[in-house]
């Protein structure tokens, strides 16, 4: 199965973006996580809540769904947020995903307005801290 295009994922964030809950600061994030084989995408919205650190991210929240899905290997992630900076993700969230994502993984970040760029999610989390797993 091949990857949807940018344009495809831009659609499907403009939608999933709905659907944040994001009251306080009013900025508001969709992201998209593609399985390794191209044939499912989850997909996350940043929650906000009075208590500002129990927040969490777009990028979490959708790889949270994934996991709970059984799906542990991903090939793309794609971010939309509004306003016009490049919505990066925040340390928190690279340092989870680091769990699952290969360091070749395509990240797309891409602002309402229409900035967009592409990262390798090595660039993003150059150092990230890694723990043997006893599986």
């Known amino acids: ?12 964030a403009e939608e999933v973006i709905q659907n944040s809950y994001s009251p306080y600061s009013g900025f508001r994030v969709g992201a998209l996580l593609l399985s390794r084989d191209g044939s499912r995408t989850f997909s996350g919205v940043n ?12 990028e979490r929240n959708a790889l949270f769904t994934a996991v709970g899905a059984g799906v542990r290997v ?17 340390g928190a ?19 309402w307005t229409g900035k967009r760029e592409t990262f390798r999610f090595r660039d993003l989390l150059p150092l990230g801290f890694t723990f043997p797993k006893n599986e």
Do not use: H, K, W
Not at 1 to 12: A, G, H, V, W
Not at 96 to 108: A, I, K, Q
């Open 1 to 12: 199965m091949t990857e949807p295009s940018l344009r495809e994922l831009r659609f499907f």
């Open 47 to 58: 929650v906000e809540n009075a208590s500002y650190g129990l927040t969490v991210c777009a």
């Open 93 to 111: 969230c690279l340092q989870v995903l680091n769990e699952f994502c290969s360091p070749d993984m395509p990240v797309t970040c891409e602002s």
């Open 74 to 90: 991903f090939s793309y992630l794609y971010i939309l947020a509004d306003g016009d900076q490049l919505p990066l993700p925040c």
